[in-house]
């Protein structure tokens, strides 16, 4: 039974070094198979707030999501020789990756669960540095390895969060503008313009008669 913790702690360090230094380290690299997850995945989720629309499309497909379900059974894969041998071990490597992908998937659809639930993956999407907060089902092996910097709940999120209902609040403005000004060209709104100059034609003259 040993097997189990062995597997548990070879799990969260591998999730460290792989995220570290495959899916960032060679995935920065557009030449690189592993480019999906930086150029793919941190770009959609930091654009959508931490959500990504990959894990709404089927598992099989060339996306990050396709992708990163390659990887995994990949990693599974490399394991099954140690069946025989350390059974326990294999199989607690096994749960993890399966728990990887099903806890991964939902915290990015999922938005207000996965700051509740898997902070620590949020801290390193929409945190200052996302070269931080490498464990995604666990966070002590950053706290371990000194990489763990929280993002949720912070001064620094509240400036975030403010500084985005201002810009959308902008575009909404701008929208809600432009719609109004086309709705009143559509309408005949120069017929008004000219109506009110000539009211207040009428009312300047009425003012110059009685005077």
């Not at 999407?125 to 089902?137: A, E, L, P, R």
Request: with cysteine; hydrophobic share 35%.
């Amino acid at each position: 039974m040993i097997g189990i913790p062995l597997g548990l702690a070879w799990s969260a360090a591998g999730e460290w070094w792989i995220h570290k230094y495959v899916l960032h380290g060679q995935g920065k690299n557009r030449e690189s198979f592993w480019s999906f997850h930086w150029h793919e995945h941190h770009k959609n989720v930091r654009r959508n707030e931490h959500r990504d629309e990959c894990y709404e499309r089927r598992l099989l497909g060339w996306h990050s999501q396709g992708k990163e379900a390659l990887a995994l059974l990949g990693l599974a894969a490399a394991h099954a020789p140690l069946l025989p041998v350390a059974p326990w071990f294999t199989l607690t490597v096994w749960w993890r990756v399966l728990h990887y992908h099903r806890v991964h998937k939902k915290s990015h659809l999922d938005i207000e669960w996965a700051r509740e639930n898997l902070p620590w993956h949020f801290d390193h999407h929409m945190g200052k540095d996302q070269d931080q907060n490498w464990c995604v089902t666990n966070p002590w092996f950053d706290e371990l390895m000194g990489t763990r910097v929280p993002y949720v709940g912070t001064e620094a999120e509240a400036q975030d969060i403010a500084k985005r209902e201002r810009l959308k609040a902008a575009r909404e403005g701008k929208v809600v503008r432009g719609d109004q000004v086309r709705g009143d060209e559509g309408s005949g709104g120069g017929v008004g313009v000219e109506a009110v100059r000539g009211g207040q034609g009428d009312n300047a003259g009425a003012g110059q008669s009685a005077a």
